[in-house]
């Protein structure tokens, strides 16, 4: 199968054809694996900006673009009806850059468009006017690019050449359009560069950009490509990515940030792959997260990225609170963990015994079941505090009340009960369990060589002392990913303190590879400019974060009704469906179960498929927001953006009780919703019934 190679593009282009012309698009390239290519008539055509350039026939509607790679290799970059196919040929190019070593596509047609209709204008009004060539072409912009870079005057006019220029070259345009220096651009989007690069040999240069073209090993890995196109195009790893991910040696704990579609997590699926291909057997590499969803679907991605059943082997994909509950379990008897309904009713009848304090007001007030339980989660189970001598003196950063003395012993006591009360039911909490863990963890051989950790902004104190326990200090020990803009729970963490040192380790992605302009600008409103910190104890920002695509404007509807609304979802579901967007490759997210459980059985009762992972259904994803983390959809839906359900009511500390408390509530909230909207590809929806959510921002 190494006589076709295939191209990044054509995976969501192939996902959109109709069944019979998958089918014709398959027995196409069963052709080039039977050498017998010359039987498809791979044509040349008059006019191609590129003399590598060959269609191939299809069915008698749609071809396939082609291009010959030299050594009787071919790449199969897309396929389109006939006259598509023919414009999208003649107008491309492709190139090897002489400092990457990389190839690239360039609409050369497109360029000269543009170079012909935009007016020139003086070096000073310039966009990168300021930017010498030596430094353009340091960071790879191809000497023949200059003039037209001269007479670019704004963004607007940068962004209008999305899908002409070379990624790679846009990319590093678009980093110091963003304001970052031409260094920070050259750490954060280049790889290393090269010389003696031979700008001919496209066959080498392929092979340099594992992130555009993929060398197929034979017929098993394809058909495991196409059962699941969708998937598998969200494996591919852009040039920094691939840099954090195959470096061969961290000397120690490595933390990767990037807010939502900068691929941090097909960043950790190939590093994991990466170590567990260098393993020997008996050996294994820890890939865990926040959730068992998460788990779920970071165990499907992983089966897409590697068809080696040895390296799967060495991989272990669990949530961090079954593994914290599988090494309790093999230490003793099995625990029997609290859920939140037992904990909330324990608080509450904790919090009716009066714990008071003084509030902003001056005034006497009684502490809430929520305070308590946040008390308890973030400082006294955060800091292990095994007495009141501890708690009294024991910091509270970034808990808005302040107590005096006799009022945290009030307040310890309290919680002391709740703990007692759990205690005698013989039952333990998922942070309680993950102290345990970790206890038992320090007692014997660590059991992982290497630890990938994804979604870390959401892990509590006790499951980040449980992750350093279950591998040893060294090289390559832990790698790291989160991004504290998409923290949607309670936990804020300094790894410094939990003796995981990052420093000079630390690496950040700014290029948002999933999610369209128009979607981030949206999505990126809604956060607010609340300061963030991030694990590393250093101020968190989204300067230079920056889309890559460009695409249609969210939709917003509003309506008098949920039943409105709710047959306005079917309509909008059934259409993409029409249009042969994969049901899988759909969301509709949602603020509550409640809200979940309705539109499941509206959209079955319209007979449209809605998954079901514990039936193993595929079909349309329907979820809370909070489901929604680590996922991401061609089309999304977001519906119910209600007044009165986001924010979440019981989500909010009371203002008048502790505003510190809720804002920080309010900002979690703000949180779940740009985590929700940044879900969503390449169309964004969104409804809600009576007046909307005060934290959805005005579309332009």
């Not at 054509?10 to 694996?33: C, D, G, M, N, T």
């Not at 010389?195 to 340099?208: E, Q």
Request: glycine content about 6%; aromatic content about 6%.
């Amino acid at each position: 199968m190494a006589e076709l190679a295939i191209g990044r593009d054509f995976l969501p282009a192939y996902a959109r054809l109709q069944r019979p012309v998958q089918r014709a698009v398959e027995a196409a390239i069963s052709k080039f694996a039977e050498h017998t290519h010359a039987g498809l008539h791979l044509e040349k055509l008059v006019g191609a900006r590129d003399d590598n350039i060959r269609t191939i026939r299809i069915d008698q509607f749609y071809r396939g673009v082609v291009l010959s790679l030299g050594a009787e290799r071919y790449a199969l970059l897309n396929v389109l009806p006939h006259d598509d196919a023919i414009t999208f040929a003649v107008s491309r190019r492709f190139t090897v850059n002489q400092v990457l070593g990389v190839l690239e596509m360039r609409d050369q047609a497109g360029i000269e468009e543009f170079t012909r209709t935009t007016p020139p204008r003086p070096a000073e009004e310039a966009l990168f006017g300021r930017v010498s060539t030596a430094d353009l072409r340091r960071l790879g912009v191809d000497a023949d690019l200059m003039p037209l870079l001269r007479v670019i005057a704004t963004d607007r006019q940068l962004e209008s050449l999305a899908g002409r220029l070379p990624e790679s070259q846009l990319d590093a345009l678009r980093g110091l359009a963003s304001g970052l220096s031409v260094e920070e651009v050259r750490l954060e989007v280049l790889r290393e560069t090269l010389s003696g690069v031979d700008t001919d040999d496209l066959l080498t240069a392929a092979r340099r950009t594992p992130e555009r073209i993929a060398f197929v090993s034979g017929p098993v890995e394809l058909a495991a490509i196409l059962a699941y196109p969708f998937d598998v195009w969200r494996t591919f790893l852009h040039p920094t990515q691939r840099d954090i991910a195959y470096r061969p040696t961290y000397s120690g704990p490595a933390l990767v940030t990037g807010s939502a579609g900068t691929g941090k997590t097909v960043t950790g699926l190939h590093r994991a792959v990466f170590l567990a291909e260098r393993l020997p057997d008996g050996e294994k590499v820890l890939l865990t997260t926040f959730t068992r969803a998460l788990a779920d679907a970071l165990t499907r991605q992983l089966y897409r990225l590697t068809t080696d059943p040895a390296v799967r082997a060495r991989i272990d994909v669990i949530g961090v609170d079954k593994l914290a509950y599988e090494i309790v379990a093999r230490d003793s008897r099995r625990p029997t963990v609290a859920d939140s309904d037992t904990i909330d009713q324990l608080c509450d009848a904790a919090a009716k015994n009066g714990p008071t304090y003084i509030n902003r007001a001056g005034h006497v007030a009684t502490v809430s079941a929520a305070f308590l339980k946040h008390e308890w989660e973030q400082v006294v189970l955060a800091r292990q505090l095994t007495d009141l001598a501890a708690y009294r003196d024991a910091p509270r950063r970034g808990r808005g009340t302040g107590l005096r003395a006799n009022q945290r012993e009030q307040v310890w006591a309290a919680i002391d009960s709740v703990s007692r009360e759990l205690a005698k039911r013989r039952l333990r909490t998922h942070t309680q369990l993950a102290d345990d863990a970790a206890e038992i963890a320090r007692r014997s051989p660590a059991p992982y060589r290497h630890v990938v950790v994804d979604e870390g902004q959401d892990l509590h104190p006790a499951q980040w002392r449980l992750l350093r326990a279950l591998a040893a200090p060294g090289p390559n020990d832990m790698f790291l990913l989160a991004d504290p803009h998409q923290r949607i729970y309670d936990s804020h963490v300094s790894l410094a303190q939990l003796g995981i040192e990052v420093r000079g380790r630390t690496r950040r992605l700014t290029v948002n590879y999933r999610t369209t302009h128009e979607i981030l600008d949206l999505s990126v409103k809604v956060l607010g400019g609340d300061a963030t910190i991030g694990l590393d104890g250093q101020d968190d920002t989204l300067r230079g974060y920056r889309s890559i695509t460009r695409g249609g404007m969210p939709q917003r509807s509003a309506y008098d009704s949920r039943d409105g609304e709710c047959e306005a979802l079917i309509e909008r579901v059934g259409t993409w469906l029409d249009h042969g967007v994969e049901p899988h490759a759909i969301g509709v997210a949602v603020r509550t179960g409640q809200l979940v459980k309705s539109i499941r059985r509206i959209l079955t009762e319209a007979h449209i498929p809605v998954a079901d992972d514990k039936r193993g259904i595929d079909g349309v994803h329907v979820a809370t927001m909070h489901r929604m983390k680590g996922l991401e959809f061609q089309c999304l839906a977001v519906v119910g953006l209600d007044a009165g359900i986001l924010p979440a009511p019981h989500a909010l500390t009371s203002a008048t009780e502790d505003p510190h408390a809720h804002r920080q509530d309010l900002q979690r909230e703000r949180c779940l919703l740009f985590v929700a909207l940044t879900r969503a590809r390449d169309v964004l929806y969104l409804s809600h019934t009576g007046a909307p959510s005060p934290l959805l921002p005005a579309l332009q």
